[in-house]
């Protein structure tokens, strides 16, 4: 059994900064792929940013310049350092891990609620 547990959500005014985290536990084999998603209300679920095994990082338009995704493959887990955070931004941010155990499958945390707001 995988779990996936975020951390440092919270409220933050426009202009500030917060970091995510994100710790995978459980019988996990390897790490292939981890990233961050968001959902604001009424909007379908995007992507905010992947990184993979390999080191190579997506991230949305939206995301770019602003927020920064690494990773730790030594403690299975993911950040996201959020900078220069706007309204827009609001959101419940979900991690994501594409993780083998006895199969690969896709693991999601139970999200945290970031809330950018004066």
């Known amino acids: 059994q995988v779990q996936l547990v975020e951390s440092g959500g919270g409220l933050v005014q426009p202009g500030g900064s917060l970091r995510l985290s994100c710790a995978a536990s459980?019988?996990?084999?390897?790490?292939?792929?981890m990233g961050w998603h968001r959902q604001a209300p009424g909007k379908q679920r995007e992507l905010v940013a992947t990184?993979?095994?390999?080191?190579?990082?997506n991230y949305a338009d939206s995301a770019k310049g602003r927020f920064t995704i690494s990773g730790d493959n030594a403690k299975n887990s993911v950040y996201l350092q959020m900078n220069s955070l706007k309204p827009e931004d609001t959101a419940v941010y979900y991690c994501?891990?594409?993780?083998?155990?006895?199969?690969?499958?896709?693991?999601w945390g139970q999200g945290t609620q970031v809330t950018v707001s004066s």
């Open positions: 990184i993979a095994s390999d080191g190579i990082i």
């Open positions: 994501t891990m594409m993780i083998r155990t006895s199969y690969v499958g896709r693991y």
């Open positions: 459980g019988s996990i084999f390897s790490i292939n792929t």
